[in-house]
């Protein structure tokens, strides 16, 4: 994709998740012509729906459909439609498994389930598999620390011998595209925290000064800055490599940078910036929630650690 | 030196992935490199010495000569060369020699500003036939560099100067410095940049012991040292420019050969055994924040190699330098536990570890990079 491509997207991505109104985000891609665009240059297509939602803090479910277009690729065209239950840990690792048959599910939807079908990550002795099919369930809206994010508590019940399997293989391809794509949605936040802290710091006066003039706050926001520009890099690597462990690397650079961009923000705002009236607090939630998903940083870094520790290798990411 | 390297050297993708693969092999393979493969130097100046031994064999057989230009002695290609070969010699655990460190700040900035010298002394700086040094910081210049008071005055057809320089890298083993001088009056306006010979009455050097023991800079005593004109990097006035297109240089392609390093460590460090469970999140951040600098410096030696102009964002790169070496060699000290401290045969590492300790000031401070980055990319007021 040119740069005058790409620009163009991206403002046309901008005013599609910046729409009002109860339209699905998928209907609204639709429109745009989504399918076409991710056909020429998917990598670049889906990195910047995931910047631009990140950068507009948009609430759309925009992760749901593309994981469960993974699954559809690796198993029955159905799955496309199905709406994929996360455990209720938010982690990638499964907390149901085939008991006498049945499979007892109690997890989170990123967004309310349409048909009767739901993709849900199942323990077994092989691995992790994925169980598609019919389910009777029940859900309910969960508020929880993003309550406009709009997740949704499935309960349900499934049977054994009535759903599709597939094998781990496509969980983790959709482990490793969550995990890049919550990346670049994290770094995207975690800039627009950054830039919007400075912008207060231009205006707010004390001392007869502008507060931005301070060593103090400078050197935050500057820190600040930094992390989040390294975890971008990384996070686009991931995008563009496809590779799961790169993706795990860069959701916890984005995690980590995105929550200290935060804590430094909220520092230069002082007490305004803990009001509800500032739309602080809903950057910072969205950032606490999305980290979660996938597994949180404090996870993944020792994640990170001991895998470097079983395997003795350092494998180095991107090449010139 | 064959011709599939030198043909395989020309700028673009392929090319480059052509001269890795060969210098892989080269580096790999090649007996004449077994004294230089994991060399644990015991002090400085036998390292130095012993180092020079590879400087040479890579210039005579082509490899060090790939990325710079021809009519400067060089085999041509573009500066992504240079970052593989220091990557590939990263990857066999060989050592870099500090010359190449100071070639990749120092000659650039000649090929722009002085091409006359560097078409002359690029070869013999690259051979390690002479080595140089960069001489800016003053005893009451460091950060607020542009309050330099190194004079330099005319004299005939050249210059004398006369001050005290310090902090300067690698100087007592160093026959001639890039040095910044006041020309003119104060501010960064009256600043000149020269080459000046270290082997000369009216110049004296003495090395200074750092917290590891070793002589890592040293002190330069200047007391109406001869300067020909022609040793004046740009116009006599320029040196702050000339100082600041240095500075991105610096910035991109240190961070990325230093980047190899902490690679290299780090696996170094999971061989001797040890570590754990109480290692792992330490291990975890000190990989991650390698990884973000070894993108972030590729993409910097991209852009230098496509002769884009760099701004003040490269000052991230070297934030994002100080946050990766600190992590990394915290988290190799952990994992080693009191082994690193006592193992009489981790002396290499514990002076490698004590040496990461200065990353935060070299170079420029961690805080000057932060109020440019405030100042210049984020754009908050000037400190008042």
């Known amino acids: 994709m040119d740069r005058e491509t790409e620009a163009l997207l991206r403002s046309s991505l901008r005013a599609v998740l910046s729409e009002p109104g109860e339209r699905s985000l998928e209907a609204r891609l639709a429109e745009l012509g989504w399918d076409d665009v991710v056909a020429v240059d998917g990598v670049t297509a889906r990195s910047l729906l995931f910047e631009v939602k990140g950068e507009v803090l948009s609430a759309a479910d925009a992760l749901g459909p593309m994981l469960s277009g993974i699954a559809a690729s690796e198993g029955p065209a159905q799955a496309a439609s199905a709406t994929l239950v996360l455990p209720m840990s938010l982690r990638e690792t499964p907390d149901c498994s085939v008991v006498d048959g049945s499979i007892t599910v109690d997890g989170v939807a990123l967004q309310p389930p349409g048909v009767d079908s739901l993709i849900v990550p199942v323990a077994g002795p092989g691995g992790v598999r994925l169980a598609i099919g019919p389910a009777r369930f029940g859900s309910s809206p969960l508020g929880g620390t993003d309550p406009d994010l709009g997740l949704v508590r499935v309960t349900a019940s499934m049977v054994a011998a009535e759903v599709t399997w597939i094998e781990a293989q496509a969980w983790e391809a959709m482990v490793a595209t969550g995990r890049y794509a919550l990346a670049i949605e994290l770094s995207a936040i975690a800039d627009r925290v950054v830039a919007n802290a400075v912008g207060y710091t231009k205006e707010r006066h004390q001392y007869g000064r502008p507060i931005g003039s301070f060593q103090a706050l400078q050197h935050r926001l500057a820190a600040a800055h930094a992390s989040v520009v390294g975890a971008g890099n990384v996070a686009r690597e991931a995008a563009r490599s496809g590779d799961g462990w790169t993706a795990m690397v860069a959701k916890y650079l984005a995690g980590r940078a995105a929550e200290g961009a935060c804590t430094q923000a909220q520092q230069s705002y002082g007490a305004i910036g803990f009001t509800w009236e500032h739309d602080f607090h809903r950057s910072l939630r969205r950032v606490y929630l999305l980290d979660r998903l996938f597994g949180g940083w404090r996870e993944l870094e020792v994640e990170i650690g001991e895998t470097l520790h079983r395997t003795g290798n350092v494998p180095k990411i991107g090449h010139l | ?384």
């Open chain 2, 1 to 384: 030196m064959t011709s599939e390297a030198f043909t395989a050297a020309q700028p673009g993708f392929e090319g480059l992935t052509g001269y890795t693969d060969a210098l892989t092999r080269f580096l790999t393979f090649d007996p004449r490199l077994d004294p230089y493969r994991r060399f644990r130097p015991t002090d400085l100046e036998s390292g130095a010495a012993h180092l020079r031994g590879v400087q040479q064999l890579l210039f005579d057989e082509g490899w060090s000569r790939v990325g710079w230009p021809e009519r400067a002695g060089g085999l041509g290609g573009d500066p992504r060369c240079r970052a593989a070969l220091f990557q590939a010699m990263w990857d066999q655990d060989i050592l870099i020699p500090e010359a190449y460190t100071t070639l990749e700040i120092l000659v650039p900035v000649l090929l722009v500003y002085a091409p006359h010298l560097a078409d002359r002394l690029l070869p013999t700086l690259l051979r390690g036939d002479e080595a140089w040094c960069q001489a800016f910081s003053e005893p009451d210049a460091g950060s607020d560099m542009a309050s330099l008071r190194c004079r330099m005055e005319a004299d005939g057809d050249g210059y004398r100067l006369t001050g005290q320089k310090v902090w300067s890298t690698y100087a007592h083993l160093a026959q001639r410095s890039l040095c910044l001088a006041r020309s003119g009056g104060p501010g960064h306006r009256g600043i000149s940049m020269v080459l000046v010979d270290l082997d000369q009455p009216g110049v004296e050097v003495r090395p200074i012991r750092a917290e590891d023991g070793d002589n890592h800079f040293g002190e330069i005593f200047l007391d109406g040292a001869y300067v020909s004109s022609d040793r004046v990097i740009g116009e006599p006035g320029q040196g702050w420019e000339v100082a600041m297109y240095m500075l991105q240089w610096e910035r991109g392609a240190w961070g990325w050969l230093q980047q190899g390093r902490f690679h290299n460590r780090l696996e170094r460090a999971l061989e001797l055994g040890g570590g754990g469970a109480s290692s792992a999140a330490s291990l975890g951040r000190a990989y991650a924040l390698t990884s973000a600098l070894r993108l972030q410096t590729k993409h910097t030696v991209e852009r230098l190699a496509r002769e884009e102009s760099l701004g003040p964002e490269v000052s991230v790169d070297k934030l994002l330098l100080v946050d990766a070496e600190l992590a990394t060699w915290d988290a190799i000290r952990e994992h080693l536990g009191a082994r690193f401290d006592t193992d009489e045969d981790l002396h290499w590492l514990r002076g490698e570890f004590l040496f990461s300790r200065a990353a935060p000031i070299y170079g420029g401070s961690q805080e000057i990079q932060r109020s440019l980055v405030a100042q210049r990319v984020l754009g908050m007021p000037r400190e008042a």
